[in-house]
């Protein structure tokens, strides 16, 4: 009786665990099912968020139209190209210490800094066939327009119109920027024949071998409000470059410029207050050198002329001009026309074999093998130049002409090129004048003039 009840009981007791374990089973089960069934609507979740966010993005990317990138300085331009705007810039801070020969000259010695440029602007393209610069020099406390243009190249991609304030069209030297000439100064023709900035329009056809170009100009932006009617110039210049591969070129040149003087002065009508031209030039090519050789201003119109050369293979560069100017006397003045010339002859060799680039009839900025920031030795060139300029013709019949003469100039240059946007710059310049107008006790004929000029120069 006892077995059998106990028997009884484990069969209740068991059938309780069977239907407790089913019903934990089967309650197990369905939170798994509701497990999963949520685990599937998250994932759904996530794979829509996904999908979103891949949308998101897509859309970002499709309605960001800005794109940057660094060239020296941000340059920013739309999706298509058609527009873009850098800004650009260059400090020049200058030292000369010059021996004037004060016995002769008169002129005592030089030994100071100076900030020569300190330039800031944009350049940029509009709808993309209006290109422009604008761009402002702030040295020496003063303010002054140096290019402000803009070009219209939607004729054909040789072919472009320019307009505004921008250089004449002459002379390699003349139009070679001042951050890639080799010098600190330009030979002294450029400063002598008033190559320089002018209020203009002109066209340029441009292609890989060759370059013509054209304008006609009025006066300089520093007069532009002074007279009535203003400085008349035309200019134009060819060049041909049969060579022009990177580190191989072989460049020809020739330009013509006609200026007529400006008449009227707004302030004092009077003919006397003409513009009249006058040439002269700094001693040792330094820009902080007194002028020992000068005509005096008595000139209304002149013609210039200039034929260029340069070969460039490898390291090695070679360039020259010869310039002449005929001016023109006013007939307010006594004494004959003269014709005046300036030529120089240039050489370099970068050490550490770099090459001088060559673009559109004009040399480019170098590009720096070893910068000096990943840890090279930045490129080293040296430089040497003979220039001549003389402004002696007819000085014995032009009574004023007390400075007319001649100057002839050596220069050695050592350049250190710490990258591709920044440079220093050492010259040793030594110039010796002769001649001036014999019959007068202030003539400099006879003197050497001794500079040594140092730069540190950034561009961007």
Not at 188 to 216: M, P
Not at 373 to 400: E, P
Not at 412 to 425: E, F, K, Q, S, T
């Amino acid at each position: 009786m006892n077995w059998k009840l106990k028997s009884g009981r484990n069969v209740f007791v068991g059938s309780v665990l069977a239907v407790s374990l089913a019903t934990s089973f089967s309650a197990h089960a369905d939170g798994m099912r509701r497990v999963e069934a949520d685990l599937e609507a998250m994932q759904a979740q996530i794979r829509e968020l996904q999908r979103e966010v891949e949308a998101t993005k897509k859309a970002a990317k499709s309605d960001n139209d800005l794109k940057v990138k660094w060239k020296g300085a941000p340059e920013l331009s739309s999706k298509d190209g058609n527009f873009k705007m850098k800004v650009r810039g260059r400090i020049h801070t200058d030292y000369n210490a010059i021996n004037q020969d004060r016995a002769i000259t008169g002129s005592p010695s030089v030994s100071a800094l100076e900030l020569r440029r300190a330039r800031l602007g944009v350049q940029g393209t509009v709808w993309g066939d209006v290109d422009y610069i604008l761009e402002a020099d702030f040295a020496n406390d003063s303010v002054s327009m140096k290019d402000a243009f803009f070009k219209y190249t939607g004729w054909g991609k040789h072919f472009a119109v320019q307009i505004g304030n921008f250089k004449t069209f002459n002379s390699l030297e003349h139009l070679t920027s001042s951050n890639y000439i080799e010098f600190l100064e330009r030979a002294s023709f450029v400063e002598a024949f008033g190559l320089d900035r002018q209020l203009g329009a002109g066209a340029l056809l441009t292609d890989k071998h060759y370059t013509v170009s054209a304008g006609l100009f009025g006066p300089t932006t520093g007069n532009e409000e002074t007279w009535f009617r203003d400085v008349k110039a035309g200019s134009a210049r060819a060049t041909f470059a049969p060579i022009n591969e990177h580190g191989h070129v072989l460049h020809f040149g020739g330009s013509w410029r006609y200026r007529a003087g400006a008449t009227e002065n707004r302030s004092n009508v009077a003919v006397a207050n003409d513009e009249f031209f006058r040439y002269r030039a700094r001693g040792a090519d330094l820009h902080l050198a007194n002028r020992f050789i000068a005509t005096p201003q008595i000139f209304d119109r002149d013609t210039f002329w200039g034929l260029e050369a340069a070969y460039v293979r490898g390291a090695w560069s070679l360039q020259g001009e010869y310039t002449q100017l005929h001016g023109d006397v006013s007939p307010l003045f006594t004494g004959p026309d003269s014709t005046y010339r300036g030529w120089y002859v240039e050489g370099s060799w970068f050490l550490t074999g770099e090459t001088r680039p060559y673009k559109n009839g004009a040399f480019d900025r170098v590009k720096v093998l070893n910068p000096v920031f990943q840890g090279g030795h930045g490129a080293w060139q040296l430089a040497a130049r003979y220039d001549v300029l003389n402004l002696s013709d007819n000085a014995a019949l032009i009574a004023t002409c007390t400075m007319c003469g001649e100057q002839k100039t050596w220069q050695l240059g050592v350049n250190w090129h710490l990258n591709d946007n920044a440079r220093l710059m050492f010259n040793y310049n030594q110039s010796d004048i002769g001649g001036g107008n014999i019959a007068n006790t202030n003539r400099n004929d006879g003197a050497t003039i001794k500079g040594f000029g140092a730069r540190a120069q950034v561009d961007w």
